[in-house]
């Protein structure tokens, strides 16, 4: 998209936010795992589990709770709250609300742990503001069979008494030996040295750094290599569920909708996809996949102008920071 298409696409948005008359809410979202190893942290063994309760509660200056809400994490693990109005949610915190085997839960790990998280401001414009949370975590009763086993405590010897010193041994006066002829000894000889071949340099890890890149990077063939999940051909009905099926038709391909412009459903289409992807690429982009695909079907089911354009521009914003491609092999 050009200068002239962006001038005129921002204007468009700003008149149809004038006309609308927005009205402010926050929305908060997060992911629950299940820490199947009890190690208080997540890590490649967890997963996102459904059906746990989560709160999110404010407290005042004096410590005292103002403001509570509740909500249970979908089929995908994550939970989103929507609190209309123009509420302060700069002292608020989430966490598992634990009690103990949760009914409506699909899994048995629904025991909280580890502690509540901050509420996290992600992005505000005219009023509408997102929050988003640091993972929280559930736990089973007991950590799965296949978890890594921890070292054993090493076993301490027992204490060794200690006998009293014996008294010195009387000097025997020693006689001087006669000497031997004296003899060069061969030459010492080494034994043939075997040189190692140097092991190969540890290549990057690039999943772990920050990166986003933009749609017109990722439908480039040099950047072929960096598609992880889904493919160019992968249609946008299975990258996003039924509700995009049924909006672009399930034989739309994620390589046309990258192509999207010029209609706020194929924006959001558009830099939906291109979100998507930086997320299956790099853990540190501001969305996981969960959260993409969660708000790119909660933006359709709407079915508000409004809420598509809001959705778009969240995902422009997050698309356009520093990319870390390099041209593949």
């Known amino acids: 998209m050009d200068s002239n298409h962006s001038i005129l696409f921002v204007a468009f948005l700003i008149l149809c936010l004038t006309v609308n008359g927005v009205t402010g809410y926050a929305t908060v979202t997060g992911t629950v795992f299940c820490d199947q190893c009890k190690d208080g942290e997540k890590s490649l063994f967890d997963f996102p589990v459904s059906g746990i309760k989560v709160s999110v509660t404010c407290l005042d200056e004096n410590g005292q709770v103002y403001m509570s809400r509740k909500e249970t994490t979908n089929w995908l693990g994550g939970y989103v709250m929507r609190f209309d109005g123009t509420p302060d949610l700069t002292n608020c915190y989430a966490q598992v609300s634990d009690n ?25 414009f005219f009023g509408i503001e997102t929050f988003v949370v640091d993972a929280l975590l559930a736990q089973p009763v007991q950590p799965m069979s296949s978890c890594p086993k921890p070292p054993p405590a090493p076993v301490m010897p027992p204490p060794q008494a200690k006998l009293p010193p014996l008294p010195p041994i009387a000097q025997v006066p020693v006689l001087p030996s006669p000497k031997a002829p004296a003899m060069s000894p061969p030459p010492a000889t080494s034994p043939p040295q075997f040189k190692l071949p140097p092991f190969p340099p540890i290549p990057p890890v690039p999943f772990v750094d920050p990166s986003a890149c933009s749609h017109k990077l990722w439908i480039r063939p040099e950047y072929r290599c960096y598609w992880k999940v889904i493919g160019p051909d992968t249609k946008v009905a299975v990258a996003f569920g039924l509700v995009a099926g049924r909006r672009y038709g399930n034989d739309m391909t994620v390589r046309e909708a990258l192509k999207g412009r010029g209609e706020a459903y ?14 299956y690429n790099s853990l540190g982009f501001p969305y996981n996949s969960v959260a993409v695909i969660t708000y790119t079907n909660m933006a359709l089911l709407g079915n508000s102008q409004h809420d598509v354009l809001m959705t778009a521009i969240r995902f422009i914003k997050a698309n356009s920071g520093t990319c870390k491609f390099t041209v593949c092999k």
């Open 100 to 124: 103990g085997a949760q009914q409506g839960s699909s899994s048995s790990c629904s025991i909280a742990s580890g502690p509540a998280q901050k509420l996290k401001l992600l992005f505000s």
């Open 266 to 279: 194929k924006t959001l289409l558009r830099e939906a996809t291109t979100a998507l992807l930086n997320s």
